[in-house]
């Protein structure tokens, strides 16, 4: 069997044209949505991030502000700058991009930024909310993820998904998501015992680990839907997800690649998350 390619970057394209139109559509209303994004220091891979980001604003008419700072920013700095943001009423959406310097408490940092302006779903409020079903911002590679499933057309309702990967930013929320939509969740970890022995039971694999190509067929039920989550530099400098494209593609039902997979969605639900909410900040009814 060869798997069907998820082309993330298509499915992208899809929601960024519709979330275009809504945002014209605001315009008419005298409303702008606005993101701001914060990014300390000079790692290169959160800087390509970033890009990505601003990028998409422009696609979708997002106003956006980016701030560049250098790593040694000082915590009680980087707390005024969010607070001029929270208070800001042109900024909707608040990012501050991680990891950060260890000097800086990210505690601190994600429970600066006001929930209702909190667009990558990190605050406790948002998380917790999350957590019980309520209407909240949903963190963006995870609601990227689910939105992928939904649209290769398969069900999520009663199959057993597995994570592998346990970061607040993805493997937490994603296993949440995926509970809530009816699947049978596992969530593994690095200390979990035969890995392979457990993924081979997924009808849904979702892969966060960020170890280059770790996961080959030998992990794969036939047929599965394998989401790879990874973004990795080869030796030879190309870029790799997680899984093992090319083999996992020959034992899987469907599989994003690396690129042009999940990350596009990342970036496309933290748009979506903007507009939402600009939306909310106005009063008007949201989705
Ligand atoms: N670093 C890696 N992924 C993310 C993300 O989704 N949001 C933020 N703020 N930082 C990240």
Redesign the pocket.
């Known amino acids: 069997m060869t798997a069907t390619v998820i082309s993330g970057k298509e499915v992208a394209d899809d929601i960024r044209a519709a979330l275009r139109e809504e945002v014209n559509g605001l315009k008419q209303h005298g409303i702008l949505p606005g993101l701001a994004v914060i990014l300390i220091g000079d790692d290169p891979a959160?800087h390509s991030?970033v890009k990505g980001k601003i990028k998409g604003c422009e696609e979708t008419g997002i106003y956006s502000e980016v701030v560049y700072k250098e790593a040694a920013i000082t915590e009680g700095e980087l707390l005024d700058l969010i607070e001029a943001f929270n208070e800001n009423p042109n900024i909707h959406g608040i990012?501050?991009?991680?990891?950060l310097p260890a000097h800086i408490s990210e505690k601190a940092v994600i429970d600066k930024i006001r929930a209702d302006k909190d667009v990558?779903g990190?605050t406790p409020v948002n998380v917790g909310n999350m957590l019980i079903g309520n209407d909240c911002y949903l963190?963006?590679?995870p609601h990227g993820i689910i939105e992928l499933i939904k649209r290769s057309g398969q069900e999520i309702s009663g199959k057993h998904a597995v994570v592998i990967g346990r970061s607040n930013?993805v493997g937490k929320p994603v296993a949440m998501l995926l509970l809530q939509e009816n699947a049978t969740v596992t969530i593994a970890h690095s200390r979990t015992q035969d890995l392979a022995s457990v993924t081979k039971q997924a009808d849904i694999l979702v892969v966060a680990v960020g170890r280059a190509e770790m996961i080959g067929a030998e992990y794969i039920k036939p047929g599965a839907i394998v989401i790879d989550v990874g973004v990795n530099r080869a030796a030879s400098g190309k870029l790799v997800g997680d899984v093992q494209f090319e083999s996992v593609k020959e034992a899987a039902g469907y599989i994003t690649p690396v690129p042009r997979g999940v990350g596009p969605m990342?970036i496309t639900m933290l748009l979506k998350n903007t507009v939402e909410a600009a939306k909310r900040l106005a009063g008007l009814p949201q989705q």
């Open positions: 959160s991030y990012l501050v991009q991680l990891p990558d990190f963190p963006c590679t930013i990342t």
